[in-house]
């Protein structure tokens, strides 16, 4: 279908910003008795093409009653900025072609396998902005827990990959790292890089924002610097400082990814599929050789099993090998929250605890990090096997490593102050005795509804940890909040549920 | 979670009517700068609780960035029409509670079984409006395909019945058909209901609108009179006259059916569980005891197959029993559209001419509503085994079943004119031969394209059948539209898809 067929049937309207967010999903306002709804029969939650210039959008179509003159095509927030009009410009409107990959979606919905050509089609038309948030939560859904196959995920992570751009360091090996979430607070990636970076290695980390967690590096980093580079800002920060730490929705690696996410978020869902995708297409679009993934296991983690590890290792390691990228693995202990702080701020706290030697810094966060730098030392083949730890525990103790994460933060846009959150409340111990489990799906959740990570400044602060001993009485941890509404939903939300903390009374 | 809890964090608005359409979503607009926005951190797309007197309801946000005066909370048409408000009253807004029982959908998406009390509380969110549409679409597709069981299919069946109205009529049997959809122009209810009342059986007919064809029976109804009837009108028409055709989401029962159908609609996805909940909770809800499935089958309709059909049929028949239904079935020939007319007015047409017994009524469409109401006169104790057909064809010829449709007609409010549509395409023969394949989607799609369920006039109209002999440049069918943009883009599609017609010369 060639644009000169669909330029029969669209008419011109004229732009208008009428300043509504709907969290991204693109809205076009029309009124019910313009001249184009009633010629072009549109009616509410049709798909609309609107073409601005070299732009092309397909929106989801609201009508309204008033408020917009005759001719005129209201755009919501993430529609203004899409096609990027200015105010009254002309705009073609027509009915969205139909969207033929969506076969290939329903397909899988009824349990079919789906071959390259199929996510390639899928994958396409997400990144072109056509497929609506029902269609999304469609595919996802089709997609997740363990729908994908061995070959399907690798055909969808090639698909995700070839839709974006595709860095090349020119380097020869290009360490990177990932964390499989689900462990409130393990914030190790900020430490870990300059580490590294110190140590002469070229790690240009792009992280993802939260998808169900209360904080994603990309959330905790944005505390302490800009992450929205675009390519030329991350390249220059690369070349000067060896590193970044910098969102990657906004360099355009894997684009469909960041679009996905967005549905995501509020569904809530866990898909191996996904996931791997999601994980290898940014570190192969982000030119890595080398990966290093930690895969923190516990009952209340992401990951709650150490068969549930070793199954999503392999599929990470198999499709690494598909698509050229070498991938290591480190399971650990996902029991408890690493660090004290859960949500932007508060983490962001922890690791310059850590990396200014701070007699209190979190212990934990320090000796996961120091782990996990020397693996990818030896990986890299900047420390021989063995002795990785060893230099990485240097690095941060003689200041290398601050200086590092400091040089970082000034390439990227300025080290910033970590905000306080203006609303609190300790949560305490009702009885004493030792603290035997932590739910922390129940604390994430509680951090998120806090306001975490919209809100930077709150989340959690966990206070008492797995094996403590503690009074009646005794504060477990207190919840932050922005506003007070969310301090009330949190505190409510909590005391509906079982006691996050089980407390064992001492023989 | 009790009322008071929620109360601590709420907030009074004002409401006032936005009148944008969202396709019945509830939408509420606040300003972002608003006391409340800011003292509650509503940030887009979180879910907002409304109050106004005794109605309550949970919408989706979307913040404005002007356009509202301060404390005013904006409200989508559906919204208004839930709450009631009147302009300016005071609305509580608070946060959404959390919504335990999308636990259970999580479950379903990942392969796990839900029981009775999961079911409950889903259909039970679904029919408080608690789940986005987001949610929504995550539900229907973790339960599409033939990835519910038979007890799970009982469990969404009876919770679907149980959440809305459940009707009594006091009559010993109540009869009932259903068609399982996907052949277009398959009209036959507006046939067998006059006739079967006509002989004195009770048939209180809910129908529903279209889901993913050009028209649904209660679509095809509406251009001859009034089907949005509520409880106690539909009960005065079947006092009347012995039997009604009405739409069923008007009635309130099976009220979570009509919420998923919204979003079921756009994603156009076949459901094996969710069609059997769907079709037998609104007979069981209607009060029926003896109810005949039709099930059309051919490589184009929705029952590809005769074990397809064998399944489905099965699957009717099992949990009509679990819930005390008597379900008989009838495997019809589903290769061709039925009729000549697809799409609400073309098919209300075909239904008067052959109740008015014109010459040229189409007799495919004749007598399969002939053999379906024998059936029905048979299964309801109206004619003795082996003389129901001859009853039907009977009471059609003598026009006992014009009579008794006309005075339906009246009695739900009065029979109307059929509209014609006022752009018309005639698509010609390329080539002369014998038809030997009709696509049935392609046909659907093409009317669904020009406008139809909701243009009533819209659709296609067929010249031609299986079988027929062509010369060159005759016509096959005529596409109808109300606007001149549909039309085109109706063509469009035609144009760029495979001959639907498929023509072989004639040796």
């Known amino acids: 279908m060639t644009h000169e067929h669909i330029s029969h049937a669209s008419v ?46 397909i929106a989801t179509l609201n009508v309204v009653d008033d408020w917009l003159a005759e001719g005129q095509a209201g755009l919501s927030e993430s529609a203004w900025a899409a096609l990027q009009p200015t105010e009254g410009a002309s705009l073609l409107v027509s009915h969205a072609p139909s969207l033929d990959s969506l076969s290939h979606v329903r397909a899988k919905v009824y349990g079919h396998r789906l071959g390259g050509d199929a996510f390639r089609a899928v994958v396409g038309d997400i990144t072109a902005g056509r497929y609506s948030d029902l269609h999304l939560a469609t595919f996802i859904t089709a997609c997740a827990g363990d729908h994908l196959d061995l070959a399907e ?47 002469g290695l070229t790690m240009p980390k792009t992280s993802s924002r939260a998808i169900t967690s209360p904080a994603g590096t990309a959330d905790t980093m944005e505390v302490l610097a800009p992450v929205d580079l675009d390519i030329a800002a991350m390249r220059r920060t690369v070349e000067r400082t060896g590193a970044c730490i910098v969102w990657g929705g906004s360099v355009r690696l894997s684009p469909a990814d960041d679009i996905l996410i967005r549905v995501e978020r509020p569904l809530d869902l866990d898909s191996e599929g996904q996931l791997v995708a999601s994980v290898l297409s940014k570190k192969a679009a982000a030119g890595s050789t080398h990966v290093l993934i930690d895969l923190p296991v516990g009952p209340t983690a992401k990951v709650r099993s150490a068969e549930a590890a070793q199954t ?8 690494g090998r598909a ?68 230099l ?10 601050w200086a590092k994460f400091a040089a970082i933060c000034e390439a990227q846009g300025g080290l910033r102050e970590v905000p306080l959150a203006s609303h609190r409340r300790v949560i305490e111990a009702p009885s004493g005795g030792r603290i035997t ?22 989340g959690v602060d966990v206070h008492a940890r797995l094996g403590d001993i503690v009074r009646p009485g005794q504060p477990l941890f207190t919840l932050h909040a922005q506003a007070p509404g969310e301090l009330a939903y949190a505190r409510q939300y909590i005391e509906t549920r079982p006691p996050i903390f089980q407390i064992s009374e001492v023989s």
């Open 153 to 199: 995920t690798v055909s969808l992570t090639r698909a995700m990959i070839d839709v974006g751009d595709r860095l090349d360091w020119g380097r020869g090996r290009v360490v990177d790292k990932h964390c499989v979430g689900g462990l409130p607070g393990n914030r190790t990636t900020l430490l870990v890089v300059p580490i590294v970076a110190a140590c």
């Open 437 to 458: 489990a932590i739910d922390n799906r129940v604390l994430s959740r509680a951090a998120k509804l806090a306001g975490a990570p919209k809100a930077a400044a709150a």
């Open 312 to 319: 999503l290792g392999r599929r990470l390691v198999e499709v």
């Open 392 to 401: 990485a525990t240097e690095v941060l103790a003689d200041g290398r490593a």
């Open 12 to 57: 011109t309207m004229s732009a208008r910003r009428v300043g509504v967010d709907t969290y991204q999903e693109l809205v076009v306002y029309m009124r019910r008795d313009c001249a184009v709804c009633r010629s072009e029969g549109f009616t509410a939650q049709a798909r609309v093409q609107l073409d601005c210039g070299p732009r092309r959008i």
């Open 323 to 390: 698509i050229g990228l070498e991938v290591a693995l480190r399971v650990t202990d996902g029991l408890q929250p690493v660090g004290r702080g859960i949500g932007p701020a508060l983490e962001a706290r922890d690791v310059l605890a850590v990396l200014r030697r701070q007699a209190d810094a979190p212990d934990d966060l320090r000796q996961r990090a120091l782990r996990l730098a020397g693996d990818i030392l030896e990986l890299g083949g900047a420390a021989p096997a063995g002795t990785g730890l060893d």
